[in-house]
């Protein structure tokens, strides 16, 4: 079994603000017991994709996948996904916050994408087949990497935008962009009602459509981007349950547990301690009592977004030696 469980292992600034005196003894124990290990800090996308075997590209090929799964065709072209975002001038950086956070209707989507299509034309015509999914078409892929979403809310953009040797021309259009969408009639009934406008774009999850393959395994999650990978693979995808069923992590599957996602990427203390919480009484006491009966390759509990992983095994229920230390030192 492969636990994805973003930002369980957060910066050392929220969990100095979050963890102060949380004891939470399940999670603790799991951390002595279990091997600590590296991973790659690529992204939940990332992620999943290895997990269901999707082959990289210059990216992992999101874009074709959930284009797919939102109603489109994708054929042989090469998609981009170009998804709505705020990006908040701060003192010394640029920060973004993704379309989650800014509740686009769809006649704002069409309106907003009309007028970047209209203005850039075919060099950036957006698709938005869903307000926060939006897609650019491209008969020739670009020479491009770029940064999942995953990892780039909440961070400074600057290092994180597309690299390559077609990123200048990508990063001028993004800049013209900005100031298209500055005076825009959507952004100003937005901000005279309160909500963030829509300033700029992110590109990211290029590629052609992978040639479709078979993992027949369990994904559990909620998350739209995984939910559409595992249906492109034939997984057995289902909706993350409210309970495991502690017979689960003995077998082949992956589970998506994004509970602490949002207040990690914002750096919110309160929310993160509080989802915390609800995670060791919903999963990490369940997996602990049954750590005896994983199957003989343990489980891996990976942060794709740290880059920390941790691997059971079902010795380690035995392992009573190893004491538990306060959290923090443990999440460090």
């Not at 079994?1 to 929220?14: D, E, N, T």
């Not at 909440?154 to 935008?161: A, N, Q, R, S, V």
Request: with cysteine.
């Amino acid at each position: 079994m492969l636990l994805l469980v973003p930002h369980l292992f957060p910066s050392a600034r929220l969990l100095e603000a979050a963890a102060q005196d949380l004891h939470l003894p399940a999670l603790q124990s799991l951390l002595a017991r279990g091997s600590r290990q590296s991973c790659p800090a690529a992204g939940v996308e990332a992620a999943v994709c290895e997990a269901l075997g999707i082959a990289r590209q210059q990216d992992w090929p999101l874009a074709p996948i959930t284009l797919a799964a939102d109603g489109g065709v994708a054929s042989d072209a090469y998609w981009l996904r170009a998804d709505p975002v705020h990006l908040k001038v701060m003192r010394d950086r640029i920060v973004l916050a993704d379309s989650s956070a800014l509740d686009l209707t769809r006649d704002e989507a069409d309106a907003l994408a009309k007028t970047i299509g209209d203005h850039f034309g075919a060099a950036l015509n957006p698709r938005p087949l869903h307000p926060q999914r939006w897609y650019v078409r491209y008969p020739e892929g670009p020479q491009l990497n770029t940064t999942p979403l995953s990892l780039a809310v909440g961070c400074d953009i600057d290092p994180l935008l597309p690299q390559g040797p077609d990123a200048m021309r990508f990063r001028a259009e993004l800049n013209e962009l900005q100031m298209l969408l500055h005076e825009h009639p959507v952004n100003q009934a937005r901000e005279a009602r309160g909500a963030l406008p829509v300033n700029s774009l992110w590109p990211w999850g290029g590629g052609r459509l992978p040639v479709a393959c078979t993992t027949p395994v369990p994904l559990y999650a909620d998350n739209v981007e995984a939910l559409a990978l595992g249906g492109f693979c034939n997984a057995r995808v289902q909706a993350l349950p409210a309970h495991p069923d502690t017979q689960a992590f003995a077998a082949d599957g992956i589970m998506l547990l994004d509970a602490l996602t949002r207040a990690g990427q914002v750096g919110d203390a309160y929310g993160w301690r509080e989802a915390l919480r609800e995670l060791e009484q919903g999963w990490f006491v369940p997996l602990r009592g049954a750590l005896r009966r994983l199957g003989p390759q343990g489980l891996r509990l990976l942060d794709p977004i740290s880059g920390h992983a941790l691997h059971l095994h079902p010795h380690d229920a035995w392992k009573f030696w190893r004491r538990s230390r306060s959290l923090i030192s443990q999440l460090t």
